[in-house]
């Protein structure tokens, strides 16, 4: 196992070092904090990479000129490790999961099970969102108001980008101190519902069944948009949704997100690539509102839906020592912008990126896979040639719809993979009726659907692709024409790893 982030790094010479396993845990908050102001990047494996010469030269021991403080100098074992590294090439590697946490100060917010939940419990959630429910529709902490954050009418929701896992988190905890706000309710947390379990029953009964607008979402946009009002949240029966959810594979993808080393980049690799895609196929999976990004969190499932989302990937940081801040950079590539200044906004919240990867959100219960169960993995399709690799029989294909022109695509659609003319695999691409007026969807307008399957699924069939638009069928037909969609490209490839 790996040391947590806060333990102290066993000091031995270890000959075969890898970032991910071993170096990146050499180097302490102030560390990174204080290379950093002087324009160094200690907290990544690119920067780290870039500056390792420097770093062996300045660390080294006896007369090391870095750290600074007698505390943190370096052992002439750790010495030698990190000078293993660079002999050995820079090998990225995988990850070893950490040792969950055994102790630390009680949790401020305990989110749990909605169905361990307590009658009394229960009771008082139903009381907190009735409260919300009640209020008046033009306060800024009702229901309706605060539903309007994520679809119509604000539009603030950041989708299909780096900034998405951190959004939403914060998201949650905006609406729960609305739902604390209600007499009686200032302990009150939202409950997840895992989404490998059926839809609760307790869900399907009043308050949070449906939801009934209040007002127009659609009337103080601008062009005012139309077609939501009047307007009842609607949802599939809990068979159909069971159903769908096998058949998007949103359960491969989020075990998929669960074993990898690095929180990647979107719709490159990685955890937040896998845990988008899974987030879309849900939302598909569960009904008509929570397919359509304008109203999709009027539905009250939405805010359980992306509680267990929260705590999945809670479960990711926790599993690959990247609870904190430093912890959590070390997982990241060259792409770090977004966790500093102007790129790490979170509008309309004044919490920003950066300061939601520590949270003070625990949960009764995280996805902490055994290494036997789900062994960390850093899979990718190509690898320095300067370093040893292998594929494995057992490796999975992955298969990668390349460069969808979504603007053109009026609303959420689905992207089938067909064998012999049969869907094999598909997954669902959330987004708004009218992409083109979303700043954010123009601004990451190209996408890419992954598809990972056993080869045998895949192998001597002939392979196409269709997209399909759900409730467009009478203007465009059942299948999307692929010109439209910019004729996107199939990348086909066996996964590689280090040897």
């Not at 119509?152 to 929701?157: E, I």
């Amino acid at each position: 196992m790996a040391p947590t982030e806060n333990t102290p790094i066993a000091e031995q010479v270890i000959a075969a070092p890898t970032y991910l396993a071993d170096i990146r845990f050499f180097f302490r908050p102030e560390d990174v904090a204080h290379m950093a102001a002087k324009g160094i990047e200690l907290g990544t494996y690119d920067g780290l990479k870039s500056n390792a010469l420097s770093v062996h030269a300045q660390t080294a021991p006896p007369n090391s000129l870095m750290p600074p403080d007698a505390e943190g100098k370096w052992s002439a074992e750790r010495s030698q490790t990190f000078r293993n590294w660079i002999v050995n090439g820079f090998p990225l590697g995988t990850a070893t999961p950490a040792e969950p946490p055994t102790n630390g100060p009680a949790p401020t917010r305990l989110r749990k099970d909605v169905t361990t939940l307590s009658e009394d419990e229960f009771d008082l959630l139903a009381t907190a969102f009735r409260g919300l429910m009640d209020r008046d529709p033009e306060a800024p902490d009702s229901y309706f108001s605060l539903a309007g954050h994520h679809g119509l009418p604000d539009s603030w929701c950041l989708h299909h980008q780096d900034r998405y896992n951190p959004w939403h988190r914060e998201y949650l905890r905006v609406f729960e101190d609305a739902l604390r706000s209600v007499p009686g309710c200032e302990a009150v947390t939202i409950p997840y519902w895992d989404i490998s379990t059926p839809l609760p029953e307790r869900l399907q009964q009043p308050p949070f069944d449906a939801y009934v607008l209040p007002a127009d979402p659609g009337a103080a946009v601008t062009p005012p948009v139309t077609g939501f009002f009047p307007y009842t949240t609607e949802r599939y029966p809990a068979a159909d949704i069971a159903q769908n959810v096998a058949a998007y594979e949103v359960l491969d993808d989020i075990r998929t997100s669960l074993v990898q080393s690095l929180w990647g980049a979107y719709n490159v690799n990685g955890y937040q690539d896998f845990s988008i895609q899974a987030h879309d196929s849900g939302h598909g999976s569960i009904g008509p509102t929570m397919g359509t990004q304008e109203v999709a969190s009027y539905d009250p499932v939405f805010w359980f839906f992306h509680c267990n989302l929260d705590r999945l990937w809670l479960s990711w940081q926790t599993r690959i020592s990247a609870t904190t801040l430093t912890g959590f950079r070390s997982t990241l590539g060259e792409n770090t912008d977004w966790l500093s200044a102007p790129f790490n906004a979170l509008p309309p919240y004044s919490t920003t990126a950066d300061q939601t990867i520590e949270t003070e959100a625990s949960y009764d219960r995280l996805e902490l896979l055994s290494p036997v169960e789900g062994p960390l993995e850093n899979l990718s399709g190509s690898i320095d040639a300067a370093h040893s690799f292998a594929f494995r029989s057992a490796s999975p294909v992955s298969v990668r719809v390349k460069g969808i022109h979504r603007l053109n695509i009026p609303g959420s659609f689905v992207v089938n993979l067909l064998a012999d003319g049969e869907p094999v695999a598909k997954r669902f691409f959330f987004q708004p009726t009218d992409p083109p007026g979303c700043a954010n969807c123009v601004e990451h307008g190209v996408v890419n659907i992954d598809f990972r399957m056993p080869q045998e699924r895949l192998l001597d069939r002939t392979l196409s692709v269709r997209i399909d638009v759900p409730g467009h069928a009478g203007e465009i037909g059942e299948a999307f024409p692929l010109a439209r969609a910019g004729n996107p490209t199939v990348n086909a490839r066996l996964l590689v790893e280090e040897a």
